[in-house]
């Protein structure tokens, strides 16, 4: 269930022509670029300092290059490389709030399984256009056993709340303003995507369940 797309993360903005975002982006973002509430839990792994510096330089140099297709900048400490999401909604509704209670009981129960456990090896990528909704950093098991490892962790969770969708292991670097990107906004944006070559290791006692308030605020649960 991994889905690296190898080919397509290296080309992933058109190559003419005018670029529009996702319409399920005016879910989480407004157009003037400010998050807007959105409700939900996820189980995600936690990152480094060291790593999350370094995708804040990351984070620096994509702004600098084409800050104005991009919404508010997200906190550094938000940094984050998602196993797999569980539920989430425009509004918090007391259905979501018993669908979130339901969905946090058995993934802490796989979490509690997972703790002590050896850190998956990782290797940074490529900076790419996530379905035209944000700017990520892909990230791909940097061995055979990490690829395994991960692979099973995720459709445990797919048990749980199946999205029915393989896993494209990233970290969300910045979400884009909803709305059209001309193609000479484009040009700026196409060369700041760039490959990256680091190791990031994926702690076990670091993957977390988490509940959001908007992409810009997470908490530990």
Known sequence: MLNLLDGYIQNS??????????????????????????????????LDDGTRNRLQHLQEDLY??????????????????????????????????????????YAKEL???????????????????????????GLAPADSESWQRLDERYLALEKVVPLGY?????????????????SQQLLLLRKALKPVEWEVSLEMEKLVYQEFTDMNHYTDK
């Open 64 to 105: 600098h290059a084409a800050g104005e297709m991009l919404s508010d900048k997200l906190d550094a400490g938000t940094f984050h490389m998602t196993l797999h999401d569980l539920v989430n909604a425009p509004q918090l509704t007391v259905g979501l709030q018993n669908q979130m209670l339901e969905t946090e009981k």
């Open 166 to 182: 393989g896993l494209t292991p990233h970290i969300t670097i910045a979400y884009f303003r909803p709305g059209v990107i001309t």
């Open 13 to 46: 903005l058109p190559e003419q022509g005018d670029f529009y975002t996702n319409p399920n982006l005016c879910k989480k973002v407004d157009g003037s670029g400010h998050f807007l509430p959105f409700y939900g839990n996820t189980v995600v792994f936690l």
């Open 111 to 137: 979490l509690i399984q997972w703790q002590g456990q050896l850190p998956l090896r990782m290797k940074a990528t490529w900076l790419f256009n996530m379905v035209n909704t944000s700017i990520v950093l």
